[in-house]
């Protein structure tokens, strides 16, 4: 073996090294590490509750969680960016889903403008004034909920969360969950 080999292999075997428990990563056991779920604690995971919360809509209206949860089977929130990915999943959502579940309330939740006005631009210049969206003006909400773009959480009438952190991809998740609700 050369000796630029060699130096090449243990500069490489020196950057794995120095990278903290990295030889899990090299071979994950496909656990899942998150803790155990406490049923009826409040928290971002399925089979908690849902943090409640207020936020404004677009129109300076604000919308309680557990006041729409009154008011309706489930609460969808989809976490959206109105970027190309966003505006398919919710175009998507919208033209397939929305209308075939009556009794579910929709809210877009745009956690990049960090304004309602800002949010209410980007809302009307991507044509989705049919949906409520909901603007958090600090990142505490979307910490709260551990979601990102694309990020869909079901919430049941009681409030446990059926549902987080599923992607959108093509809606069947979607549907099947709020199928599935009582």
């Not at 044509?127 to 773009?149: C, E, H, I, N």
């Not at 599923?166 to 979607?174: F, H, I, S």
Request: charged share 20%; aromatic share 8%.
């Amino acid at each position: 073996m050369s000796f630029a080999r060699r130096l090449l292999i243990m500069l490489a075997l020196m950057l794995l090294a120095g990278c903290d428990n990295m030889q899990d990563d090299l071979s994950p056991s496909g656990a899942d590490r998150r803790p155990d779920v406490v049923l009826g604690s409040v928290g971002p995971q399925v089979g908690q509750i849902a943090p409640d919360f207020t936020l404004d809509d677009t129109l300076y209206t604000p919308h309680t969680l557990s006041t729409e949860l009154g008011r309706t089977r489930a609460v969808v929130l989809y976490f959206n960016m109105w970027c190309p990915i966003c505006d398919t999943h919710a175009n998507h959502m919208r033209q397939h889903i929305v209308s075939d579940f009556p009794n579910v309330r929709f809210f877009l939740i745009d956690y990049v403008s960090g304004s309602v006005s800002f949010s209410r631009s980007n809302q009307v210049a991507s044509g989705y004034t049919d949906f409520t969206v909901l603007v958090p003006t600090s990142d505490s909400f979307t910490k709260r909920y551990q979601a990102t773009m694309g990020s869909t959480v079901v919430i049941d009438a009681s409030g446990q969360i059926v549902r987080m952190n599923e992607d959108y991809l093509d809606g069947n998740k979607l549907r099947t969950t709020l199928e599935a609700l009582p």
